[in-house]
């Protein structure tokens, strides 16, 4: 069975530019929730999304958004990056409430 | 490889000993517990889990320890391997909510 995937691995942006990331949880999943990590902060929530609505969200500015397809493939967007949205961001997957959650590789995010 | 915390406390440990990661928790709410593993370059790996009504729930070579009275959660590791070090950490949330909250991580380091 595959695990979540993640697309791009690396990506480089300027600031001022928007990103969008993709996550592809494990077949079957339906929920999938956002982190970001970064050394300072550390593994940090985002939002999560059940059945392509949000059901769960973090304390990050409205600048990052996401959202889930009927297919439960999620993307995550971020927008007027700032240098501070460097950072390495996580996609986790699970069947649904009560269940543990499996992580994607990541995609690390580097804003110049 | 990833950097997931450049000022981590690192815990160093001969291959053979048992290892003993610590981490204290804030929520009185919380109800569950995971502790997870992190390669470089890789996602969070689900090591261990505990719901609030346990204090102890063990797994393979893993077994973690919750107490509740001074919102402490430890991960001992028997008989460490090469293959262990890695940085661990602990998680906590509340409910079936998917937001977990994470500790800031520890760095281990088997030596030979």
């Known amino acids: 069975k595959a695990g979540v995937t993640q697309t791009p691995r690396y990506l480089i942006k300027t600031r001022g530019q928007q990103v969008t990331l993709s996550c592809s949880p494990i077949s079957g999943h339906r929920s999938v929730s956002w982190y970001q990590q970064t050394p300072g902060q550390g593994l940090q929530f985002l939002f999560e999304?059940?059945?392509?609505?949000?059901?769960n969200k973090g304390n990050f500015p409205g600048r990052f958004s996401g959202r889930q397809f009927s297919n439960s493939r999620s993307e995550m967007n971020v927008s007027t990056l700032e240098l501070g949205d460097s950072a390495l961001y996580l996609c986790?997957?699970?069947?649904?409430?009560?269940?543990?959650?499996?992580f994607g590789p990541g995609t690390r995010l580097t804003v110049l | 490889g990833e950097s997931v915390g450049l000022h981590l406390p690192t815990l160093s440990v001969q291959e053979g000993d048992n290892s003993i990661i610590n981490c204290a928790y804030s929520?009185?709410?919380?109800?569950?517990f995971i502790w997870y593993k992190q390669e470089s370059g890789k996602g969070p790996q689900f090591i261990i889990d505990i719901r609030s009504n346990m204090d102890k729930r063990q797994g393979q070579r893993v077994t973690v320890l919750l107490n509740k009275t001074v919102k402490h959660l430890s991960l001992q590791i028997a008989a460490t391997q090469p293959g262990d070090s890695a940085v661990y950490f602990c998680?906590?949330?509340?409910?079936?909510?998917?937001?977990?909250?994470f500790g800031t991580g520890t760095r281990l380091q088997v030596t030979l």
């Open positions: 929520n009185s709410a919380s109800d569950y």
């Open positions: 986790a997957s699970r069947m649904g409430a009560d269940n543990e959650q499996f």
């Open positions: 998680a906590e949330n509340t409910g079936t909510a998917s937001k977990l909250t």
């Open positions: 999304y059940f059945s392509e609505t949000q059901r």
